[in-house]
């Protein structure tokens, strides 16, 4: 886990740092976020939360079930993304019911930058899907979750171009390289062109990546690190920065599994 002015994550190269550790052994404890600003208009600010500490690492990969579970992408096309919007934000309206059956309920936002196709509401309905998914970190039995759209929340989902995302975890001293995502303070940054392309190894089942974006940006927020594979043919950890290869594990994106076993491997120191 990169704290503050952490090191950036180049997806690219197996020398960029996504550190973090995940332990199993000694569950982190939740942070506590700063509010989020109330969107006015509809719509937000791209300026990431100025919490001092914020956590920042990239991305991650696996795959979902259910509401939350992917499905094979259809697009034979590849989508055009555009490298830069303008840094403001609608938010998806309406909201969820708890999910978890954990002590502390996390409440957030999911917000998308302003000109993109996707809607607002579809991506939400995409993300409440995974965070309530069994296999995900509400098999804590420590968290819960509940999408808001008013007043403050605890973190912010956030879609955006690869530009806009560069100008957020810039400021907390990152590189995404208008490549990856980023954790930072409260806000978890999803960069467009993951959410639509994946990686090489979902390339097949885009939904299942986003799950795991979802997944290992919000574990961060959690206070789970990096981990590494814990050995060929197991499962893939969601802490794992399976952007950078596989290491002989497979494919996953849930942090539990079916059984509700956290699934781990060595921390990355």
């Not at 690869?162 to 490549?179: F, H, K």
């Not at 960069?191 to 990686?199: F, V």
């Not at 596989?246 to 076993?261: E, F, H, I, Q, S």
Request: charged letters at 20%.
């Amino acid at each position: 886990m990169v704290i503050a002015a952490a090191v950036a994550v180049n997806w690219t190269t197996s020398s960029s740092s996504d550190a973090a550790d995940g332990s199993a052994s000694s569950p982190p404890s939740v942070p506590s976020p700063d509010p989020t600003p109330e969107p006015s208009g509809g719509t937000e600010s791209g300026k990431a939360s100025e919490k001092p500490g914020g956590k920042a690492d990239e991305k991650a990969d696996s795959e979902p079930s259910g509401k939350g579970s992917p499905s094979a992408s259809s697009s034979s096309s590849t989508p055009k993304i555009p490298a830069t919007g303008p840094g403001t934000f609608a938010t998806a309206g309406g909201g969820s019911g708890t999910v978890g059956k954990g002590s502390r309920v996390l409440s957030y936002k999911v917000v998308v930058e302003d000109g993109l196709t996707q809607s607002a509401a579809d991506v939400a309905e995409q993300v409440e899907g995974i965070l309530a998914d069994p296999r995900g970190w509400t098999a804590d039995g420590r968290s819960g979750f509940r999408r808001v759209s008013s007043g403050t929340a605890d973190f912010v989902v956030r879609l955006a171009t690869p530009g806009t995302v560069d100008a957020i975890c810039g400021r907390y001293g990152l590189n995404t390289r208008g490549e990856v995502n980023c954790n930072v303070g409260k806000d978890v940054v999803v960069n467009l062109k993951r959410w639509l392309l994946a990686t090489p190894v979902y390339a097949a089942d885009v939904d299942a990546y986003r799950a795991l974006i979802i997944n290992h940006e919000v574990g961060h927020f959690l206070g789970h690190g990096h981990v590494t594979c814990p050995g060929a043919g197991k499962p893939a950890p969601a802490m794992m920065q399976q952007i950078k290869g596989m290491l002989g594990c497979k494919p996953n994106v849930w942090p539990y599994d079916a059984n509700g076993r956290f699934v781990t491997g060595p921390a990355v120191s």
